[in-house]
């Protein structure tokens, strides 16, 4: 992963993906706000999306995913590039000061480079409060097949919301993945015992991560405490 530091202290990541292409993510690093920031979570997760999908044996084309508090949209951005019809969602100001243009820019990257039988990439952006929104149609079309969050968690206020939030955008066959960092373990383990209620969980252990992804990774990031929970819905 490159960094190219800009004026106005802005900075563009660079991610190489499976196809070879590069996906150039922008940041704004002076914002005060969370979503304008690529966390490691998030490419820990991505590259660890990466090779889940790319060894599933299920056709990816008809599938949709969304992300909640996609931030700068890398996560979001990769599962689009693996097949995945996707929808980024986030809070009204990043989705508009940052979110939107990168999934443009990227989205046009990806079709530009589109092998010859690839489908057309597809992704969106859209508002999405946990706090507020209703998940109907036609805005959200739930079930999705796949559910992605990357440091959504951290706050206690938030633990309920984000959770009403992907009981209604799942069924019992939907793939869930939540990557974090565990900054406070008070707030880690009162989500994963607040999930356990409705889903069932499993973290994917530590060293499966490592052996899957940390080689490609630089050693900044090889060194974050980043943890991958998989989720998937109780039968009622
Ligand atoms: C730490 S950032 C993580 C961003 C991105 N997922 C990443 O890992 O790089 C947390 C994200 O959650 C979003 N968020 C916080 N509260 C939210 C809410 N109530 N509804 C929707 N998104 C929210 C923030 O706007 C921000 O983009």
Redesign the pocket.
């Known amino acids: 992963m490159n960094i190219k530091e800009q004026a106005n202290s802005q900075k563009i990541y660079e991610f190489k993906i499976s196809n070879g292409s590069i996906l150039s993510i922008k940041q704004q690093n002076d914002s005060l706000?969370?979503?304008t920031?690529?966390?490691d979570?998030?490419i820990v997760t991505a590259q660890y999306m990466q090779h889940l999908l790319r060894s599933s044996k299920d056709s990816l084309n008809d599938k949709k995913c969304i992300?909640?508090?996609?931030?700068?949209g890398?996560?979001g951005l990769v599962m689009c590039s693996m097949g995945l019809q996707t929808t980024l969602?986030?809070?009204e100001?990043?989705a508009v000061n940052i979110l939107k243009d990168n999934v443009k820019y990227n989205l046009w990257i990806l079709n530009q480079q589109r092998q010859k039988n690839d489908c057309l990439f597809d992704a969106q952006v859209k508002v999405?409060?946990?706090?507020i929104t209703q998940l109907q149609p036609p805005e959200f079309t739930p079930p999705y097949d796949y559910i992605v969050?990357?440091?959504?968690i951290?706050s206690l206020d938030?633990i309920h919301?984000f959770i009403r939030c992907i009981n209604e955008l799942a069924n019992e066959k939907s793939f869930i993945f939540c990557?974090l960092e565990r900054r406070d373990p008070f707030v880690t383990e009162t989500f994963i015992n607040a999930c356990k209620d409705g889903f069932n969980v499993v973290k994917i252990p530590e060293k499966k991560l490592r052996k899957i992804i940390f080689k490609d990774l630089d050693d900044n990031i090889s060194n974050v405490n980043v943890e991958i929970y998989r989720l998937k819905k109780k039968k009622h």
């Open positions: 706000n969370h979503g920031t690529i966390w979570s998030s992300e909640l508090g996609s931030g700068c890398l996560l969602t986030d809070l100001y990043v999405l409060d946990w706090t969050a990357t440091d959504c951290y938030l919301h990557g």
